[in-house]
């Protein structure tokens, strides 16, 4: 029997079918390009849109079924948005990736895509300073650790909207096969809104230290959900680092009774962004 006529043959002429099928789709999605930037253009839209991104994913991950494995899945999409976003305006990534630390650069890849220009820098200074002057779009950096001896979120204590901001907590699913075991966070300047998101970076201001128990129960007590990260304390001022469940605005009513419950004034409140929640699908895949 001619192999044209098999099954595997006939099996395999329909996934040519679905494939040419899948890429006119992708050119069709692409094709709407222009008419997404000039839309952008006339309302001031920033073109990296995370929150819009994240619904995507977790649209996709609530249909998910069958074998293939949904990080993949993942992977395929955050490649055809990344192009896209390129499209509509070119972007460069600066990563701090040190010698002997490629995880960050992995974790970067995967999230902002393969044809993105991404480069490589050996301090967190150098990420902050490439994507305040510019020659990068976006800056991926640690996320921040309890006593860490110079704490970088510190560059983000500003009120000027021209201070980059967190937008993205790294890897959005499950982490594949990207080296290291940490997580890193995306800061990026005009990086749209933070109205929706799952989680907000958030730093107090008071005039002295306080314990760690101290503050835990008094986020409680206030109404505050979410976790202390840092506690930096310099030059007789305490900066307090906390990662706040939802959306939280500078200000929220609670940061009033969370005065009340530490038993001293706030000085500020500064926002440095926030993130949506890692991206799974709603059930283990099924075979088909």
């Known amino acids: 029997m001619p192999e044209t ?11 040519d079918r679905i494939d040419e099928q899948i890429h006119d789709l992708v050119i069709a999605r692409a094709a709407l390009v222009d008419e997404i930037r000039r839309n952008k253009d006339r309302s001031g839209t920033s073109v990296i849109q995370p929150q819009r ?12 079924r069958g074998g293939f494995p949904f990080p993949a899945l993942t992977r395929i999409w955050r490649e055809m948005i990344a192009a896209i976003t390129q499209m509509q305006q070119p972007m460069a990534v600066a990563v701090f990736a040190p010698e002997g630390l490629p995880g960050a650069w992995d974790l970067a890849r995967d999230h902002f895509g393969s044809v993105v220009p991404m480069s490589a820098y050996q301090t967190i200074g150098q990420v902050f300073r490439a994507v305040t002057d510019r020659p990068a779009t976006i ?27 967190v937008f ?26 933070f109205s929706g998101v799952d989680h907000s970076l958030m730093v107090v201001e008071i005039a002295s230290p306080i314990s760690r128990m101290k503050l ?10 979410g976790a202390l990260i840092d ?5 007789g001022v305490c900066l307090i680092l906390l ?3 939802g959306a939280v605005a500078q200000d929220d009513e609670r940061f009033a009774e969370l005065a009340t419950q530490l038993g001293t004034p706030i000085e500020r409140v500064y926002h440095l ?14 075979t088909a």
């Open 243 to 245: 990662d706040l469940d």
């Open 231 to 235: 506690v930096s304390s310099h030059d």
């Open 216 to 225: 835990i129960s008094s986020l409680g007590a206030a109404g505050f959900g």
């Open 5 to 15: 006529d098999t099954p595997l043959a006939d099996l395999r002429l329909r996934i």
């Open 139 to 165: 800056g991926v950096v640690p996320m921040p650790q309890e006593h860490d001896q110079d704490p970088w979120w510190r560059q983000l204590l500003s009120v000027d909207s021209a201070v980059p901001r």
């Open 273 to 286: 962004g926030g993130y949506d929640t890692a991206v799974l699908p709603s059930s283990p895949p099924q």
């Open 53 to 64: 991104e994240s619904a995507v994913l977790r649209r996709l991950a609530a249909r998910h």
């Open 168 to 193: 993205a907590r790294l890897p959005v699913t499950e982490r594949g096969n990207a080296r290291g075991t940490g997580e890193v966070l995306a800061i990026g300047c005009h990086v749209g809104d």
